[in-house]
């Protein structure tokens, strides 16, 4: 396993629903990420978060909404999705180094009906 | 506009023959160059960088090779296992940023 965990793995949820997305990262890093990955598309940078700071915000819409409390956990808050926001959700951090090579964690599968 | 290109149809071969994966770019005067592996529903597992300056990278029986002229890196993996089928992701980051830009990835399907 590579030290970042997410929660839930899969979820299902209406389009009136409020529902959450968690991570953490148990490696010492101080940068974190949300990204989307839908079918055949490249992996889309929503959010950046460095030393709980955030300092990138893709023109994510503002149904998705991130929380990042201390540098070890990240949150993603939902909010009257559409369908076309089903996909894998993935959480990645790293140190905030030259090099930035990213560990991720396993994702959390979402569907939207 | 940036571009990262990875061939989007899958890599068939067979098992014990070596694997070749591209990733050409245009518009990018990257600092460095990461591989990654992803298996269907899993996030992306980092496997390899390689600097601007560096002309070929090794680890066990990955290779990656860098040509910042040609705009290309390419990905090798030598005798290649059903193991090993998964896709492979390359990505960029300029100088001076933290934050890798992805491209597509290419399928490899290593056929026994």
């Known amino acids: 396993e590579t030290g970042v965990t997410q929660t839930p793995r899969h979820l299902v949820m209406g389009m009136t629903n409020k529902k959450s997305l968690k991570c953490e990262q148990h490696l010492g890093h101080n940068a974190m990420y949300w990204y989307k990955q839908s079918a055949k598309k490249p992996l889309e940078l929503m959010f950046v978060y460095n030393f709980k700071e955030q300092t990138e915000n893709n023109s994510v819409p503002s149904r998705f909404s991130p929380e990042c409390p201390n540098s070890s956990h990240l949150f993603l808050h939902l909010h009257t999705l559409q369908p076309e926001d089903s996909a894998l959700y993935l959480c990645a951090s790293s140190q905030r180094g030259p090099t930035g090579e990213q560990y991720f964690g396993p994702g959390t599968r979402l569907t939207v009906t | 506009s940036q571009k990262i290109e990875q061939n989007s149809e899958a890599l068939n071969i067979q098992e014990g023959k070596t694997a070749t994966l591209t990733c050409n770019y245009t518009?990018?005067?990257?600092?460095?160059l990461q591989w990654y592996r992803q298996d269907p529903g899993r996030g992306p597992v980092f496997l390899l960088l390689i600097r601007e300056n560096e002309k070929e990278k090794r680890k066990e029986r990955l290779k990656v090779t860098f040509d910042t002229t040609l705009k290309q890196s390419l990905f090798h993996i030598t005798a290649s296992q059903p193991a090993d089928s998964a896709t492979y992701l390359c990505a960029l980051a300029s100088g001076g940023s933290y934050i890798p830009t992805f491209g597509r990835g290419t399928s490899l399907i290593v056929h026994p």
């Open positions: 518009n990018y005067s990257p600092a460095y």
